[in-house]
Nanobody
Framework: QVQLVESGGGLVQAGGSLRLSCAVS????????MGWYRQAPGKQRDLVAV???????TYADSVKGRFTISRDNAKNAVYLQMNSLKPEDTAVYYC??????????????WGQGTQVTVSS
C-alpha cells in the first residue's frame, strides 16, 4: 500500500523558517512529480510548489523567493524549505505525488496534512 508520510509542521513566529518533509512508502514503479499544496480554514486547497521528474519547478506567486522545493530521488522524498514565513502562510500543508505503481498505472496520492501556524 502506497502512503505519503509528512513531517515538519509546527508553530513559528513571522520571519521564521520551517522545513516540511514527505516520504513515499510502499512498493512503487516510479514517481512522476511531487509537490505541496495548502489549505487555510474556509479556503480551497491551493498549489504551493511542484517539482517534476525532469526537475522543473513551479511556485505559487505568493511564495516565490521564500519557499524552495527539493527532492531526494533515492529516498522517494520531497521537501519544502519555507523561509521568511508570514501569518498568511498559516494553513494545513499537504504533500502530493503522481506515482507509477506499475508500467500501466499512474495514480495521484496525498499525505495526511501537517499544520503550519505562523504567529505575528
Amino acid at each position: 500500500q502506497v502512503q505519503l508520510v509528512e513531517s515538519g509542521g509546527g508553530l513559528v513566529q513571522a520571519g521564521g523558517s520551517l522545513r516540511l518533509s514527505c516520504a513515499v512508502s510502499g512498493s512503487i514503479f516510479g514517481i512522476n512529480a511531487m509537490g505541496w499544496y495548502r489549505q487555510a480554514p474556509g479556503k480551497q486547497r491551493d498549489l504551493v510548489a511542484v517539482l517534476t521528474g525532469g526537475g522543473s519547478t513551479t511556485y505559487a506567486d505568493s511564495v516565490k523567493g521564500r519557499f524552495t522545493i527539493s527532492r531526494d530521488n533515492a529516498k522517494n522524498a520531497v521537501y519544502l524549505q519555507m523561509n521568511s514565513l508570514k501569518p498568511e502562510d498559516t494553513a494545513v500543508y499537504y504533500c502530493n505525488a503522481l506515482i507509477r505503481t506499475s508500467i500501466l498505472r499512474t495514480s495521484d496520492y496525498w499525505g495526511q496534512g501537517t499544520q503550519v501556524t505562523v504567529s505575528s
